[in-house]
């Protein structure tokens, strides 16, 4: 069964700093993988999405991803962290190529230090 | 641009009642709608998902009975949560994907709280 885990419930880091909030996933087969942010009292937005074939994926405001079939893993990273990126963030992986059936991680909850 | 509105954004009810919400597509067509629920401090778990011309597909430990959805046309679907408790508190995301099939858009959510 298709399933991911977010083994970081909370992660802080400084304005400024570099960020990665991990991600593994369990799945039979090629996984669509994406990032999505919830900010405060929010739905979700999407960050990025991974389908088949480079497995360095560009998203919005500065984050990036990086697939690993090896590792099972697609962790989402970004350069330099702004106060804005204060928010919760969740991975998904969909079932076969049904984008609309997503099943996600618990989330990260990422606090910005001044 | 392609958006996804739900409605209303927060609804109060008294336990044993039930709530319906709305989600709206403007400017794409939403071939399939998925519902999701995320429960207070919990992560989103899938509910049902609808294709139009084709069954309701319920998730475990979701029903249509408790869940009736209506997805009559490709830009509206809504869902009631009937006789609702406090476990059904939480916040009702709607998902509705393209004729590509290629994109997904969120709303923002419907959220329920049930006193």
């Known amino acids: 069964a298709q399933s991911v885990t977010q083994p970081d419930a909370r992660v802080t880091v400084s304005e400024g700093a570099s960020l990665q909030l991990r991600c593994k996933y369990s799945?039979?087969?090629?996984?669509?993988l994406f990032w999505y942010v919830q900010y405060p009292r929010q739905g979700l937005q999407l960050l990025l999405k991974?389908?088949?074939?480079?497995?360095v994926v560009q998203g919005v405001n500065g984050f990036e991803a990086e697939f690993s079939k090896s590792n099972s893993s697609f962790h989402l990273r970004k350069a330099s962290v702004h106060w804005s990126d204060w928010a919760v963030y969740f991975c998904?992986?969909?079932?076969?190529?049904?984008?609309?059936?997503?099943?996600f991680g618990s989330g990260t909850k990422l606090t910005v230090e001044p | 641009g392609a958006l996804v509105y739900q409605y209303p954004r927060r609804t109060i009810c008294k336990s044993g009642t039930s709530m319906r919400m709305e989600c709206q597509a403007v400017?794409?067509?939403?071939?399939?709608v998925a519902w999701y629920r995320q429960s207070p401090q919990k992560t989103f778990e899938l509910i049902a998902l609808?294709?139009?011309?084709?069954?309701?597909?319920?998730e475990q430990n979701f029903t249509q009975e408790k869940f009736p959805i209506s997805h009559p046309n490709l830009s509206f679907s809504s869902m009631t949560v009937l006789n609702a408790y406090l476990e059904d508190r939480g916040l009702y995301l709607c998902?509705?994907?393209?004729?590509?099939?290629?994109?997904?858009?969120f709303g923002e959510g419907s959220r329920l709280i049930v006193v």
């Open positions: 998904a992986v969909s079932r076969m190529s049904n984008y609309n059936v997503l099943y």
């Open positions: 799945y039979f087969g090629t996984p669509y």
């Open positions: 991974y389908y088949p074939g480079d497995p």
């Open positions: 609808s294709t139009v011309n084709s069954a309701i597909k319920y």
């Open positions: 998902g509705a994907q393209d004729l590509s099939g290629n994109t997904l858009y």
């Open positions: 400017g794409f067509q939403a071939t399939s």
